[in-house]
Nanobody, 128 residues
Framework: QVQLVESGGGLVQAGGSLRLSCAAS????????MAWFRQAPGKEREFVAAIRWSGGTTYYTDSVKGRFTISREYAKNTWYLQMNSLKPEDTAVYYCAANLVIPLTGWRPESNTFYNYWGQGTQVTVSS
């Protein structure tokens, strides 16, 4: 059984930084991908960033490009979201997600339907 455990959320002032971590247990993701999504109050869950486990190709939503960096660490079966220059509009519950195998065709990293496993969420609050 795959479990994803997130950590690293908290309260930070605008312009500050946080690093989120997502540790996976139960399986490895050598052919899969992992991602971060977020959900602000009253809004739908939205894609933030994704990374292919093999090769490390990354994908970002436009609003975080240049500020956020997604990465992964093989030895720990863990991936990260480094968030810099945080803005109040980044305030949300952040969720990590993963799938074990990327489909050969039709995969869209920003679509939450492609991810089989989800973390419990961690709150990120950015004060102005």
């Amino acid at each position: 059984q795959v479990q994803l455990v997130e950590s690293g959320g908290g309260l930070v002032q605008a312009g500050g930084s946080l690093r989120l971590s997502c540790a996976a247990s139960g399986r490895t993701f050598s052919r899969g991908a992992m991602a971060w999504f977020r959900q602000a109050p009253g809004k739908e869950r939205e894609f933030v960033a994704a990374i292919r486990w093999s090769g490390g190709t990354t994908y970002y939503t436009d609003s975080v490009k240049g500020r956020f960096t997604i990465s992964r660490e093989y030895a720990k079966n863990t991936w990260y979201l480094q968030m810099n220059s945080l803005k109040p509009e980044d305030t949300a519950v952040y969720y990590c997600a993963a799938n074990l195998v990327i489909p050969l065709t039709g995969w869209r990293p920003e679509s939450n339907t492609f991810y089989n496993y989800w973390g419990q969420g961690t709150q990120v609050t950015v004060s102005s």
